[in-house]
């Protein structure tokens, strides 16, 4: 039996050996390293060459567009809201029962100008009416009795007048003899008496001339004051019936046959069948230009488009006004526009209050520009045109839009083809087929 110490040695690798076995291990992976670079380098040089193709130019194939210089006059596309012209809330004038009602009072009824919408009973107007004529009549036959009395005091003053001259007359005649003792004192106070007598008469006729005089005035002033109750009277009665004051579409109907209203009650609402305000905005910059090129932007002409379904229709309107102040809200002005049609047919056909419309209005004139697509401009101020097959690049300002399309001026010749494709590699130099001038069915 060994001892235990040697029993533990025989167990273990000695340090030796262990050295000697990583040695080896090394030696391997070396020769295995070496085996591979040794191969990859006899592949390399003993592969076949691979014969090279030619680099080949890419050519791009575009569209291009002529360049024409010419004035320009582009439409400003905006959107607003249609509004009516004339909108009246119609109320009863009088108060009553309602008898009749027109069949086109109703909502969305279309009602002509004149047209008879409602009828209230008139009984109580039209007695008021002969009440009224009847107190007139009265008046106007005391007043012919009031001037009967003036005519009659008029030719009582008249001679009484003629007696007091002569009384008077006779008193002179008698003054002058006295004195001669052909008549007595007692005659001569007679004549005074009879002179002073008729010359009280003559006041008296005066007096009450001057009174009827003035009964006639006040019974003048009563029968003016009974016309305008005759005519009020009459006015009533006319109002008990309600009539369309234009041609109009109906909405907010409240009445029916039978029903009660009073005075100012509201009845319906019309708003003008004929004529419509679109209302849009502009901006500052767009106002402003319009403005300075016409003069005025009231007045201008505008094309209304309303898209109903997918039929749209275009109405012509005219700027009327401007509103008075500016909202910051809506950053930009508004403006007014009226659709006007006379004929009631054709105005069934408008746009309603309140529908979205699309609004073109010119801008102004941009003098010597050229017309080209937003597509042809590279950064902000780039564009390409073709000159001997390849690229060209030319600067220059944008002064306008037109639509999709730009207004610009720079360092272009009238003629030069601009291109209109978008190409990834667009620069100078490089290389392109004009579509327009290819031939039919070639290929790039």
Do not use: C
Request: net charge negative.
């Amino acid at each position: 039996m060994k001892p235990p110490g040697e029993i533990i040695t025989a167990g273990r690798p000695t340090l030796l050996a262990r050295v000697a076995r990583a040695a080896v291990m090394l030696a391997l992976a070396a020769a295995v390293l070496g085996a591979g670079v040794f191969a990859y380098d006899y592949l390399k040089r003993t592969r076949a060459e691979v014969p090279r193709r030619p680099a080949v130019e890419r050519v791009w194939s575009v569209r291009t567009l002529p360049v024409v210089f010419t004035d320009h006059r582009p439409t400003l596309v905006t959107y607003g809201t249609a509004t009516p012209s004339r909108r009246v809330d119609l109320r009863a004038l009088v108060s009553g029962e309602i008898v009749s009602v027109s069949p086109d009072l109703r909502e969305g009824g279309v009602v002509d100008a004149g047209e008879e919408l409602l009828r209230i009973d008139e009984f109580d107007y039209q007695g008021a009416r002969v009440e009224a004529r009847a107190n007139l009549a009265e008046a106007l036959a005391r007043l012919a009795e009031i001037e009967a009395k003036i005519a009659l005091e008029t030719d009582g003053l008249a001679a009484a007048r003629t007696q007091l001259d002569i009384a008077r007359r006779d008193l002179e005649r008698v003054e002058k003899i006295v004195a001669r003792g052909a008549v007595s004192e007692k005659t001569v106070d007679d004549r005074r008496m009879v002179e002073v007598q008729r010359a009280e008469a003559v006041t008296q006729r005066e007096n009450q001339l001057a009174i009827e005089r003035a009964r006639a005035d006040q019974q003048r002033a009563a029968i003016e004051r009974l016309e305008w109750r005759v005519r009020q009277a009459e006015r009533d009665v006319a109002s008990t019936v309600l009539h369309a004051p234009f041609d109009a579409y109906v909405s907010n109907v409240t009445v029916q046959p039978g029903r009660l209203v009073g005075i100012n009650d509201a009845v319906a609402t019309l708003v003008d069948a004929r004529s419509l305000d679109v209302r849009f905005v502009l901006t500052d910059a767009e106002f402003g230009r319009i403005a300075d090129d016409a003069g005025s932007v009231v007045g201008r002409p505008v094309t209304v488009t309303w898209q109903v379904g997918e039929t749209p229709r275009s109405f012509a309107a005219t700027v009327e006004r401007v509103t008075p102040q500016i909202e910051a809200a809506r950053g930009g002005i508004e403006v007014f526009a009226r659709i006007a049609d006379a004929d009631m047919k054709s105005a069934a056909l408008l746009p309603r209050p309140g529908a979205f419309v699309e609004v073109a209005i010119e801008d102004k004139a941009y003098r010597d520009t050229a017309q080209v697509p937003a597509t042809a401009l590279y950064g902000t101020d780039t564009l390409f045109v073709v000159v001997d097959e390849r690229l060209a690049p030319r600067r220059v300002e944008i002064v306008g839009r037109s639509g999709n399309d730009l207004l610009v001026r720079g360092d272009l010749a009238a003629g030069e083809r601009v291109v209109v494709t978008r190409i990834t590699e667009a620069g100078e130099g490089v290389k392109v087929r004009d579509e327009a001038a290819a031939p039919a069915g070639g290929n790039q």
